[in-house]
């Protein structure tokens, strides 16, 4: 009986998930967002395809490394949900208190709910914002479409990573059309990328929101100026939700690029306004309120990763320096910091695969952007240019200074990369790389 039932429930979900893999094929064989001028949906069928493989891969790899499975970051937030979507059936009120955050802090929902879930408070809550209850509030309404199938919250997460991929691709339309397939591969299947934005994580859906500020902004003047400026608005809190630093790294960029609607020309003298304007901001908040000091926050997160990682004696933990949380400090790390952002991983007799994998993409990445900046074409788009280095040189930075763990910096470059290769796809010379890379005997002559 038992076996006939296991048998029944392992047939439903098997046919749901390939009832949603269908159907999100068929949406992308039919959805404006991936018609590109030059490049078949061929080639976004076989990007998703590979998310939905990549996604059973990191179920496999997180049940077989992971023994204790609430440490799992895959699944930690798809199991406690799980109470949070009973909460539904026991008490809609109570379920709509959970899912908004309103009048649900007392002891009662402690004790029914909150103590039932092992990540609702996180390890080391900061004063920002716990973005571990948005990812279990987005899993419970999940379940009301998967029916608890932890692979069909796989297969939405990677698929609304895919629309953000590819949302930043066409908000950069004029590389997609000038480089086609290899626009493709760059931006959506760098392996990192792949892998990272493909899992129940938060990543996805942070490349879905970066994807939907990016494309917003820089279509602000084809339409309606203010319901652009209100959609933009809605994607930067998301951010802000997901991961706040990231919409740290994306501020300058954002606000260089709404001036340049109104002030035409001065690139430099706008991104460089724009950094110094967020970082006074961010010295004088910190003077108001000091549980939002910068430098604090900074290096409070970087102890906190430290501390945690040698509670939890996390092998890839490569530098022991706890700082103060004073700008002093967090200025003279910074070099050592974003260098260590570039090159972390670097190979040891401790590594694995996957951290010897990653060290590889990192030299390609960075021989990649030299190749492209040594053969670069005349003319390129600098305001394009500017948008997307300072978001990079400041992401690269912040997680640099926050995250002395080597794994986990692979997987916090996630939103960076896609945008690094676009920066080398804007300042490349087509013809010249070309020349140089293929072989003469592969190359077609005209």
């Known amino acids: ?126 004063h920002i914002f716990n973005n571990n209850r948005t990812m279990i509030r987005i899993n419970a309404v999940m379940r009301f479409i998967s029916f608890g199938s932890y692979h069909i919250h796989s297969i939405l997460f990677g698929f609304s990573g895919l629309i953000g991929l590819t949302l930043i691709l066409k908000a950069f339309r004029n590389v997609a059309q000038e480089y086609k397939g290899i626009s493709i591969l760059l931006v959506l299947l760098l392996p990192t990328t792949l892998l990272w934005s493909s899992g129940n994580l938060k990543e996805p859906l942070l490349m879905l929101f970066l994807g939907g500020a990016i494309w917003n902004l820089k279509n602000l003047g084809k339409s309606n100026i203010w319901l652009r400026l209100i959609v933009l608005c809605f994607f930067l809190l998301m951010i802000f939700i997901t991961k706040y630093y990231v919409l740290l790294a994306l501020l300058p960029a954002v606000i260089a690029q709404l001036c340049g609607h109104w002030i035409k020309g001065y690139i430099q003298i706008r991104y460089f306004s724009a950094m110094l304007l967020c970082a006074a901001t961010g010295i004088l908040i910190g003077f108001i309120n000091v549980d939002w000091h910068v430098a604090g926050l900074i290096g409070g997160k970087r102890n906190d990763m430290i501390r945690h990682a040698q509670q939890t004696n996390a092998k890839s933990l490569f530098d022991h320096e706890i700082v103060e949380r004073e700008w002093k400090d967090i200025v003279i790390l910074a070099p050592e910091a974003f260098w260590d952002a570039l090159i972390q991983p670097v190979p040891s007799r401790e590594s694995n695969t996957l951290q010897i994998l990653a060290f590889t993409e990192n030299i390609f990445v960075l021989l990649f952007i030299i190749v492209c900046a040594i053969f670069s074409r005349a003319g390129p788009n600098k305001e394009a240019i500017w948008f997307v280095s300072s978001y990079v040189v400041l992401l690269y930075l912040i997680i640099g200074l926050t995250t002395p763990i080597a794994g986990a910096l692979v997987r916090y470059k996630t939103p960076a990369l896609p945008l690094i290769m676009i920066l080398g796809l804007l300042i490349a010379n087509k013809a010249k790389v070309r020349k140089v890379v293929v072989p003469g005997f592969l190359r077609k002559e005209k």
């Open 1 to 126: 009986m038992c076996a006939s039932l296991l048998y029944l429930i392992m047939t439903f979900e098997y046919g749901l998930i390939a009832i949603y893999i269908t159907g999100l094929l068929i949406l992308i064989q039919k959805w404006s967002l991936f018609n590109f001028e030059g490049i078949s949906r061929n080639w976004f069928h076989f990007a998703f395809i590979l998310k939905v493989m990549t996604g059973f891969f990191l179920y496999w790899l997180y049940s077989t490394q992971y023994p204790i499975r609430s440490e799992a970051d895959i699944f930690k937030y798809f199991d406690d949900s799980e109470v949070l979507y009973h909460a539904f059936f026991e008490s809609k009120q109570h379920f709509f208190q959970l899912l908004f955050g309103i009048d649900c802090d007392g002891q009662y929902f402690r004790e029914s709910y909150f103590d039932n879930m092992i990540n609702w408070y996180k390890t080391y809550d900061g």
